[in-house]
């Protein structure tokens, strides 16, 4: 157990609509990283958080988007979805800011859109 | 801007060795490696950072080489809990994102 929790575990739903997947980190934790990750592929950066802030972007489609609340949890929406959502969605925290510390995975959220 | 990794795929019998390659265009602050076994979360091998010693425990190191922008992934005498699929993850100093390689599978044969 990471220490990072993810809900929900898995979702259906259809193109065009909207979702939103959240992300509780480790106790402790400032960093929050949100991957994707299609079938049998790599981890593709979206976005990064620290103590509420957004660091970094990656290849982040418009159509989504995430913030960092107060008390650190994280959401990532995903709207007007298409059949090229479904993916595993990672969320990963770390203590550090930058690219110098471990990261913890939660068990990711599986999106299937129909 | 994404770490390339080889080799792609590698099936190995128990007790051998492996070498997985991480390389990158731009100039690397760190380097991480993590495992990931098919339908779980990747996990924490190590990071290597800029300045820093080659790393390892047990039988899995790692080495940075920050003139070639490389790092290199070894593993000794591998046992069958080896298996799965390997990720590089690179930050460039002055920027927050790390970024994954598309992964090395590695499949340890009995």
């Known amino acids: 157990d990471s220490g990072v929790t993810q809900t929900p575990k898995h979702l259906i739903t259809a193109t065009g609509q909207r979702v939103t997947l959240r992300c509780s980190p480790r106790?402790?934790?400032?960093?929050v990283y949100w991957y994707q990750q299609s079938l049998d592929q790599g981890l593709q950066f979206l976005i990064q958080y620290y103590n509420g802030e957004e660091r970094a972007k990656g290849n982040i489609l418009e159509r989504f988007s995430a913030q960092q609340f107060p008390d650190l949890h994280s959401e990532l929406n995903l709207s007007s979805l298409e059949l090229g959502d479904s993916a595993l969605y990672f969320c990963a925290s770390s203590v550090a800011s930058g690219s110098t510390g471990e990261l913890f995975f939660g068990e990711g959220s599986r999106l299937t859109v129909l | 801007q994404q770490p390339v990794q080889s080799p792609q795929a590698v099936i190995l019998r128990e007790g051998e060795d492996a070498v997985i390659n991480c390389s990158s265009s731009k100039a690397l602050y760190s380097v991480h490696w993590y495992r990931q076994k098919h339908g779980e979360a990747p996990v924490f091998l190590m990071i290597?950072?800029?300045?820093?010693e080659q790393k390892g425990h047990e039988k899995i190191s790692a080495s940075f080489n920050e003139k070639k922008q490389q790092s290199s992934l070894y593993l000794t005498a591998s046992q069958l809990s080896y298996s799965g699929t390997y990720f590089c993850g690179t930050g460039i100093q002055g920027a927050q994102k790390l970024v994954f390689g598309q992964g090395t599978r590695l499949t340890i044969n009995p």
């Open positions: 290597l950072l800029k300045g820093g």
């Open positions: 106790s402790g934790d400032l960093s």
